[in-house]
């Protein structure tokens, strides 16, 4: 039952893939769907055996790598967190899969698309269920090539060739950084097993790297590595900037990247490793910090994007700087219930944006939208639900995660983090709110209550999306609804015993008892900037206020509006310091004068010049008459002779008799 959860999204892809001319678009889909399925019942399964019964399975099928000291098997390990990973995973594909059926039913590289979804689906079960460092490594990477293959899909379109570009080029930098953190592992503790490694922690604490007469504390270089690879896979700040970029991907690719598989793989990262974490209080600080200037940097660019698609994005980006900066707390718990939570809304968002983008002709600017209320109401509603629970509203199931890692950033102060760390994370995490509540009304407006700006042919075409696209939304909408409200005793309730051995937490990192007992100002305070997030949204996009308040009171703030609009210059500054100076660096230096220049004229041209000297001189030797090649034979008899007569003369050994013999032609 275990394997069959990684081996029935394997199989669909290869049918789907292979046999895609055989079984025909449906028949392919419907192959996709049912295996994905097939995984999301035996994941549930394997929750409660796993979850509720608290039997931990630990599955090795045979050697993989076996040099030396290397041995690495096949494992699989369903813990608790592979457990809740699993159901957020197929649960998602699978209603991915469903809506995908009727979004690309126009589309002729449907089994194309759907071999893709299922292979993504794949790697990511690799991913999360791997005993060690090795096997997740491969997840990792086929996770970045399913989403290339996926942003990429539509091959034709420039747009799309550049974001997948892009995306693997950014993830292979923190793919760099994961691949120094398991050589590090494996020089530290000679394997790369996880109960291996994770029982051994505390007997390196003390141990460092000596590197150049400098020394670094081991468990926390490793940590940062690892770290690096979370960055570049869960678009922390530094290298978010392809997040965006994928929306150039059809919408189901991005509601799978964003809610289930490709985003979470580092938050995943830095969860499991909690055993190593907990022994690196600088690399929780580190965490804390880039976690939620993510958090502020993506939450305030959100405000000016006007592509729908772009504004939910952006809105992932956020969310992933709250999981990340609740790691840092020592509250992967929390993280991954939020993880989780974010995983149910972010697909009922993404999903709710491609069912308005069919609806009308797949045109993706909100500024040309409106009025879509009277076309679409049940997809506002479903959309407007989406963005209460991103925004936090009480009693949905954004509220009981990402309102108690706000309310640990003013409890963890007093605990084992540095007083700025923590004042930070609360007071940028609390803003942070401020500017989601604020873009997702404002997408509200834009696209469904305000005046409409697009043309009567476009409005006479705009239609409610069938069945089998809206069962999906339905089924998201009651998850972003009441799965916060049930699950929250379960996983981060006090007391709770859910996650057994699977996350540790040393005993003085542990302060939740703080964070119930708060002050009721602080917890109602991310309650407080929703609702005035929500009114200035309302008042910015019905009064056309702010147009005033920019024009008059504050022209100073045009410079900070267009720094914000344009993304804070990051792929300016990309394009301009790296980019720009690596691709001049490739051409002249290393085109130019090395393979061109030396290279070529050392090796190809030279040794043919060399060749072609020698072949006229065999040319002019080779001439056809047999009293020349008389000559020729009775004159190397001669010099052999001569030789041979010298050495028992002169008692020369080999040596000598080359060096002579060159002498003597020298001479001659």
Not at 305 to 326: E, H, P, R, W
Not at 362 to 369: A, I, L, S, Y
């Amino acid at each position: 039952m275990y394997l069959s959860i990684i081996l029935l999204p394997v199989l669909g892809a290869l049918f789907s893939g292979f046999g895609g001319r055989l079984v025909g678009s449906k028949g392919s889909c419907i192959i996709t769907t049912v295996s994905v399925g097939l995984s999301a019942i035996l994941s549930g399964i394997v929750f409660v055996e796993v979850g509720f019964s608290g039997i931990t399975t630990h599955l090795i099928l045979s050697p993989w790598v076996e040099s030396g000291i290397i041995n690495i098997y096949w494992g699989f390990l369903f813990d608790t967190i592979t457990s809740v990973m699993l159901i957020v995973i197929t649960s998602i594909s699978t209603l991915v899969h469903l809506y995908s059926i009727a979004y690309m039913e126009t589309d002729p590289h449907r089994p194309r698309f759907m071999s893709y979804l299922s292979i993504f689906t794949f790697f990511m079960l690799v991913l999360v269920t791997a005993d060690n460092l090795l096997q997740m490594f491969l997840g990792w990477e086929g996770v970045g090539l399913a989403s290339y293959l996926l942003i990429n899909f539509w091959y034709t379109r420039l747009a799309a060739n550049q974001s997948a570009i892009k995306a693997l080029v950014v993830n292979r930098v923190g793919d760099f950084g994961l691949s120094l953190g398991i050589f590090c592992v494996f020089w530290f503790f000679q394997s790369l097993d996880y109960s291996i490694m994770f029982s051994t922690i505390p007997f390196f604490d003390d141990q460092y790297f000596k590197f150049l007469g400098f020394e670094c504390h081991g468990l926390s270089l490793i940590g940062f590595f690892l770290f690096i690879g979370a960055v570049g896979k869960s678009a922390q700040l530094g290298l978010h900037t392809w997040l965006p970029d994928a929306m150039e991907g059809p919408t189901p690719v991005s509601a799978l990247i964003h809610a289930a598989t490709m985003v979470t793989a580092g938050v995943f990262l830095l969860i499991r490793f909690s055993p190593l974490l907990e022994f690196s209080p600088f690399l929780l600080s580190m965490l804390v910090i880039f976690g939620s200037l993510t958090a502020f940097f993506a939450g305030m660019t959100g405000i000016f994007q006007n592509d729908l698609k772009k504004v939910i994005a952006y809105s992932t980006c956020s969310q992933l700087g709250y999981m990340i900066f609740s790691c840092g707390m020592s509250c992967y718990d929390v993280s991954l219930f939020h993880l989780t939570n974010h995983a149910f809304f972010k697909a009922l968002l993404f999903l709710s944006a491609g069912s308005v983008i069919h609806a009308v002709n797949n045109e993706q600017d909100m500024r040309k939208m409106g009025s879509l209320i009277n076309f679409l109401p049940m997809t506002y509603s479903l959309m407007l639900i989406g963005s209460l629970a991103l925004a936090g509203f009480p009693f949905l199931t954004g509220f009981y995660s990402k309102d108690f890692i706000l309310e640990l950033t003013h409890s963890s102060s007093f605990c084992n983090l540095d007083f700025i760390c923590s004042s930070l994370a609360s007071w940028l995490g609390s803003i942070s709110v401020l500017f989601t509540a604020f873009y997702s009304f404002r997408l509200i407006y834009l696209t469904f209550l305000n005046s409409n700006n697009s043309n009567r042919v476009s409005l006479s075409n705009i239609h409610e999306s069938s069945f089998m696209m809206g069962l999906p939304l339905i089924l998201l909408a009651f998850s972003s609804l009441f799965f916060g409200f049930l699950a929250h005793d379960l996983f981060i309730g006090m007391g709770t015993d859910f996650w057994k051995g699977s996350i540790f937490i040393l005993p003085n990192h542990n302060f939740y008892i703080e964070a119930e007992n708060l002050p009721i100002i602080i917890k109602w305070l991310p309650f407080l900037l929703s609702c005035l997030g929500i009114y200035l949204s309302t008042i910015t996009n019905i009064t056309q206020i702010y147009k005033y308040l920019l024009l008059k009171g504050f022209k100073w703030s045009f410079f900070w509006v267009y720094l914000i609009n344009k993304k804070w210059y990051f792929d300016t500054l990309y394009n301009r310091f790296i980019i720009y100076p690596a691709l001049g660096f490739g051409y002249k230096v290393s085109f130019k004068a090395l393979d061109r220049g030396f290279i070529e004229l050392a090796v190809p041209f030279g040794l043919s010049n060399l060749i072609l000297k020698w072949s006229k001189l065999i040319f002019k030797v080779q001439n056809g008459q047999m009293t020349h090649y008389i000559f020729y034979i009775t004159i190397s008899v001669c010099i052999i002779f001569t030789i041979l007569f010298v050495r028992d003369i002169l008692f020369l050994n080999i040596l000598h008799l080359a060096i002579f013999y060159f002498s003597l032609i020298f001479f001659i």
